[in-house]
C-alpha cells in the first residue's frame, strides 16, 4: 500500500467515524434519521474493514469499538461526591403555583416581575452520572440510592451517544454530567420481540428494558441493546476558577451539547407560571408521539446563582419541580374476573382483560380490590372498561362504559368457598375483605407465606422466590416454612428447571438464615397487621419471643403505636396452636436471635427525639400504589414521626395517593409539602438533611441541574437494643 492511499484510508475512517455519530445522533437524539437500517450498518462494516486494514488507527472512541468487554463478577460501587437526589412532584396546576409562589418568596421576587424557568421533558429511565476528568470518560455510574451506586463505565462506553472524549473547548478539569439512559420504544419492541424469538424473558416497559441492559455484567450485551441518553444537568469542577461557570441552567445545557452530549430538543426556558403551565401542555400533547416515553416535564429556575440560594429540603431542591402527567388510561375489554388468594387469605377479585398498551406496557389484568369496589364500579364480565396505570403502579380499572355493555354481561359474584382450597370463606361484618378460611391449609395461602418468610426483609432466602416457593408447596415438599430446613440436595435438584448448583446455593442461603433477629424473625411469621415496625417494636419492647407469645392484650398495647386491632392479630396468632408448632419446630431446627433483655424504656420524647423524623406530622391520603395505609402509617410511626387525620398548618407532609380528595386542596391551599409514595419511600430512608456541601463549603462547585444535595446520613436498617 502507497503511503498516499493510506493516508486515504485514514482520511476515511474519519470521515466513517463522523458520519456514523451523526447518523446515531440523529437516530438517537434528533429523532430524524436520514438513511435505513442497512445503510447505517453498511457505513459500519466499511469501517470496521478500514480499521481491520489499519489496527493502529483505531481508537478507543471508534464507533466500532463500542462493543462491550469481557464481563465483570460484580459491579463496584461508586460513591457520589455529590449526591443524586430526586424532585419533588406536582400533580396539578395549583401545586405548581405554590411552588412558583415559594420560589418566588424564597427570592423576594415581587409580583411583576415573572421568574425564569428552564422546562424540559422528564425523562421515563435511569438516572446517571459520567464523570469526566480533563476531557474524558472516566467513570459511569447509576443513581443507586442516591449517595452511591454501581460502576457501569463499561456498559454506559457502549452506548452510541454518550461521548467518550469530550469535542470543542472550554469543559472544565472535572466534570460530572447528569442525565437519563432510555430506550426508545421503537427499540424496546424490537428487543422484545428479539427476547420471544429466543425464548428470552421480555421487559414490561421501555424503563425496565433500559435499566435491565445497563445493568448486564458482560457489558458486550448491553451494546446489543440500543440504548439512548440524554443530559440534563452537570456539575463543574475547575479548581476554584468560578469566571467560567455558565450563568443559567439553559447556557449550562447549551454548554453540554456543544460538547457533544445529547440535549433535548424540547428544552427552552419560559416565564413564570404562565410559561410553565402553557410548556405542560404543549408537551402533554406532544407526547404520545415522542420516540421515547416521558412522564412530565421537570421546571428549573433557570438562573443557578438563584438556584443556589434556594438550596434544598430534605432529598430535593427547592429549585426544581417535576409536574407528573395524569397517569395514562385506555379502554378495554373484561374478558373474565378471576379470583386471588393472598398470604393472608384475602380474596381478591382481578379482571381478565384484553391485552392492552397503557402507561409504557402491555396490560392484561386489573385488581379490583374487593367485593365491594366491584359493586361499586358495577364491572360485568364482558363490560368496556377504561383502565390506567401510571409507572410500576398495579393497574386498576378506573370506569365502565356502561352504554358499551352487551346483553349477555354477566355479573359478578364472590363464591363462598376458596377457589384454591375450597374452605368456606368469611367476611366481617364491617371489612371489605372476604377471607379464606384454610389459613395454611390453604395452599395458596401456604405459598404466600412461605415467599413472605424467605423475603429479604424477613429471613432473607436469596434464590427462593415466588417459582420456587410454588414449586415446593405443589410438590409437596413444604408444608410449613420450618419444612425449609430439612430439605435435602436431591429433593430440590428434582425440581423443575432447578440444577445441583442452584439447589447447592438455595440450601447454602437457607443455611445462612438461621441465623436472624429477633425482629426478622417475627416479621417473617407473617402475622396479620403486624408490619416490620410493629415487629421491630415488639422485640424491643419485649425482647424474648416467649414474652411477646405470652403477652396479654394490655401488655401488648404497652408497645408505643400497638392498637387494639393489632393486639387482637398477635393473640390470634399465639392461641393458634399450629402457630406455635411451626415456631417451635424452627427453633428445632437451628433458626436462632441473639436473646436480649427487653430495652430499658426511655422517657418517650427522648427516644422519639432521637429519630429522624422526630416532630414531624404527616396526613395520609388517598390510595398509595403499594403500601397500605396500615403500612405507611406503621413506617411514619417507627420512625418518630406523628400522623394526624387532618390537615393545618402544622402539618409537614401530606402523603397523597390515586383519588386523594380534599385534603390534597386543603395541603395545597395551606402550601403544605406534598409527596407520594416514592416521596415518602425517600424520606424514610433518609436522615436527618444538613445544608448541601456546596452551600455549606467554599464556592468550588457551580452546581446545576437540580443536583448537589444535603449530605444524609443514612438510618441503620436495625433496631437499636438497649
Ligand atoms: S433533574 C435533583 N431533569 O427524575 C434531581 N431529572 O425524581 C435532579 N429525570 O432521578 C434531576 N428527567 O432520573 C432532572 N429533565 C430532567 C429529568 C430528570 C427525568 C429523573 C431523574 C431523577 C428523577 C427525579
Redesign the pocket.
Known sequence: MTSADAANDAARILALRAEIEEHNRRYYVLDDPAISDSEYDGLFRALQELEARHPQLVTPDSPTQRVGSAPLPEFASVVHKTP????S?AFSDAEVAAFDRRVREALGMPMEIPVEYAV????????IGLSYVDGRLQTGAT?GDGFSGEDVTENLKTVPVIPINLKGEGWPARLEV?G?VLMRRRDFLALNRRQTERGEKTFANPRNAAAGSLRQLDSRITATRALSF?A??AIFDSGGDSSSLPATHSALLDRLESWGFPV?RHRRAVSGLDGVLGYYREMGELRAGLPFD?DGV?Y?VDALAAQERLGFVSR??RF?L?HKFPAEEAETLVTGIDIQVGRTGALTPVARLQPVFVGGATVTNATLHNEDEVRRKDVHIGDTVIVRRAGDVIPEVVRVLPEKRPEDARGFVMPSCCPVCGSAVVKGEDEAVTRCGGGLFCPAQRKQALWHFASRRALDIEGMGGKIADQLVDSGLVHTPADLYHLRPEQLAALERMGERSAANLLASIEKSKETTLARFIYALGIRNVGEATARDCARHFGRLERILAASEAELMQVPDIGPIVARSLLDFAAEAHNREVVDALRAAGVHWPEHEPAPRMAAAEEEAGLPLAGKTFVLTGTLPTLSREEAKELILARGGKISGSVSKKTDYVVAGAEAGSKLEKAQALGVALIDE?GLRELLNTCRAQSPPFMAGSARHGVT???G?PHCVEESPTFRLG
Do not use: C, H, Q
Not at 424540559?120 to 438516572?127: I, N
Open positions: 443524586m437526589l430526586s424532585l412532584n424540559e421533558p422528564k425523562f421515563d429511565g435511569l438516572a443513581r447528569r437519563e440524554f440534563y444537568g433535548t416521558i421537570v428549573k430535593a431542591p426544581a417535576a416514592e441541574g437540580a443536583e444535595a
